[in-house]
Nanobody, 123 residues
Framework: QVQLVESGGGLVQAGASLRVSCAAS??????LAWFRQAPGKEREIVAA????????FYANFVKGRFTISRDNAKNTVVLQMNSLKPEDTAVYYC??????????????????WGQGTQVTVSS
């Protein structure tokens, strides 16, 4: 079975760091990405990485603060989050994309999703 399982969420204070991880199994994904969704808000992309890591995307609101990386031997992707802000509070989802090309920023491009991990940043 294809599964994406997130871990590492929690409650931290503003300015702190947190590392969330995603363990993928059952398939190899051309793109792995992190999305987030706050209560009452639409799900938005945070960061994405190609297989090699040579191509990455970061949302403007996390540039310079977050880093996405893949360990293909373990089929995992991690998101290192630094200088966290209260507005980063959301459920963070791992997503896997099978195809190549197209708009890999779009939610509809992703074929599999994890169940999410909660990240809460207090002010």
């Amino acid at each position: 079975q294809v599964q994406l399982v997130e871990s590492g969420g929690g409650l931290v204070q503003a300015g702190a760091s947190l590392r969330v991880s995603c363990a993928a199994s059952g398939r190899t994904f051309s793109t792995l990405a992190w999305f987030r969704q706050a209560p009452g808000k639409e799900r938005e992309i945070v960061a994405a990485s190609s297989w090699s890591g040579a191509s990455t995307f970061y949302a403007n609101f996390v540039k310079g603060r977050f880093t996405i990386s893949r360990d293909n031997a373990k089929n995992t992707v991690v998101l290192q989050m630094n200088s966290l802000k209260p507005e980063d509070t959301a459920v963070y989802y791992c997503a896997g994309r099978l195809g190549i090309g197209g708009n890999w920023r779009a939610r509809d491009e992703y074929d599999y999703w994890g169940q999410g991990t909660q990240v809460t940043v207090s002010s």
